[in-house]
């Protein structure tokens, strides 16, 4: 059996795809593509994917995962060319290698985030940032299946910063000035939403955008405490590829002569 992980997107109208939709169209992309897949067992066999982390409905979003099991080999990079063709323009397959490693679920321990407010100056937005960043504790309060939940909505987040400019003009492209903030959030448990920082720059600073923010995950992976950043959860795949001895035969291929 082998492993293939890929990295999608969801962007412009497509971020208001719920997950199960996500999951409806990809099953429908791997019949499309002829993708040998392996099914679990049981009286209703599925197709083996295991998606990580996904991002709430309404949020667009450049970096979601997910993992098949296949029957046969197949090249990941002819596997994602063929599976994009399959969906929808905005569900992207932009990446794709083969798990040699374990625990992807386990390297994506935090998320960098792009929260675009439109009608709310820029200095505006200095200010509540900066009022945030000052706080010990913000509490915010959550709406749950078992009541209104109050947690802290600060201690998750690692920075948080103004920006002048935004990097996903496709998501939502308006010519009005705006406010961009950049965001990097620990995946903490209760686990700490954009909607939550909204909700604590409110509660600090009283800054209530007159219009819902577009939020985009530009990035998940493991948290580096030491830098500040999340680096790439498919590296170290990438890294065991690149290290991995290749078959005596496929060397003596490649340097026979003409």
Same mark, same amino acid.
């Given at each position: 059996?082998?492993?293939?992980?890929?990295?999608?997107?969801?962007?412009?109208?497509?971020?208001?795809?719920?997950?199960?939709?996500?999951?409806?169209?990809?099953?429908?992309?791997?019949?499309?593509?002829?993708? %040998?897949?392996?099914?679990?067992?049981?009286?209703?066999?599925? %197709?083996?994917?295991?998606? &990580?982390?996904?991002?709430?409905?309404? *949020?667009?979003?450049?970096?979601?995962?997910?993992?098949?099991?296949?029957? =046969?080999?197949?090249? %990941?990079?002819?596997?994602? #060319?063929?599976? !994009?063709?399959?969906? %929808? #323009?905005? $569900?992207?397959?932009? /990446?794709?290698?083969?798990?040699?490693?374990?625990?992807?679920?386990?390297? $994506?321990?935090?998320?960098?985030?792009?929260?675009?407010?439109?009608?709310?100056?820029?200095?505006?937005?200095?200010?509540?940032? !900066?009022?945030?960043?000052?706080? +010990?504790?913000? =509490?915010?309060?959550?709406?749950?299946?078992?009541?209104?939940?109050?947690?802290?909505? @600060?201690?998750?987040?690692?920075?948080?910063?103004?920006?002048?400019?935004?990097?996903?003009? &496709? /998501?939502?492209?308006? /010519?009005?000035?705006?406010?961009?903030?950049?965001?990097?959030?620990?995946?903490?448990?209760?686990?700490?939403?954009? !909607?939550?920082?909204?909700? +604590? $720059?409110?509660?600090?600073?009283?800054?209530?955008?007159?219009?819902?923010?577009?939020?985009?995950?530009?990035?998940? +992976?493991?948290?580096? =405490?030491?830098?500040?950043?999340? *680096?790439?959860?498919?590296?170290?795949? @990438? =890294?065991?590829?690149?290290?991995?001895?290749?078959?005596?035969?496929?060397?003596?291929?490649?340097?026979?002569?003409?």
């Amino acid at each position: 059996m082998q492993r293939i992980r890929l990295r999608y997107t969801k962007r412009g109208r497509l971020r208001f795809t719920s997950h199960r939709d996500f999951q409806r169209a990809f099953e429908r992309a791997l019949r499309r593509a002829g993708v %040998p897949m392996a099914y679990s067992a049981g009286f209703t066999p599925h %197709p083996k994917v295991s998606y &990580a982390n996904a991002a709430p409905t309404g *949020t667009g979003s450049e970096a979601e995962y997910l993992e098949i099991a296949l029957t =046969e080999p197949r090249d %990941p990079e002819r596997l994602r #060319a063929l599976l !994009d063709e399959s969906l %929808p #323009a905005g $569900l992207d397959i932009v /990446d794709a290698v083969e798990a040699r490693t374990s625990g992807l679920a386990d390297r $994506l321990t935090a998320s960098v985030w792009e929260l675009r407010l439109d009608g709310v100056a820029p200095e505006d937005a200095r200010r509540a940032v !900066d009022a945030f960043n000052a706080a +010990g504790t913000v =509490e915010v309060q959550r709406l749950t299946k078992n009541g209104v939940r109050t947690f802290d909505a @600060r201690s998750a987040v690692a920075a948080l910063e103004s920006s002048e400019t935004h990097s996903s003009p &496709a /998501d939502r492209p308006t /010519d009005q000035p705006c406010a961009i903030l950049r965001l990097v959030v620990r995946h903490v448990t209760p686990a700490v939403r954009p !909607d939550d920082v909204l909700s +604590g $720059l409110r509660a600090v600073a009283d800054l209530a955008p007159p219009v819902p923010a577009a939020v985009t995950r530009l990035a998940q +992976g493991l948290f580096d =405490e030491e830098t500040g950043t999340v *680096t790439d959860p498919l590296a170290p795949d @990438r =890294e065991a590829a690149a290290t991995e001895p290749k078959p005596a035969g496929a060397t003596a291929a490649a340097t026979a002569p003409a």
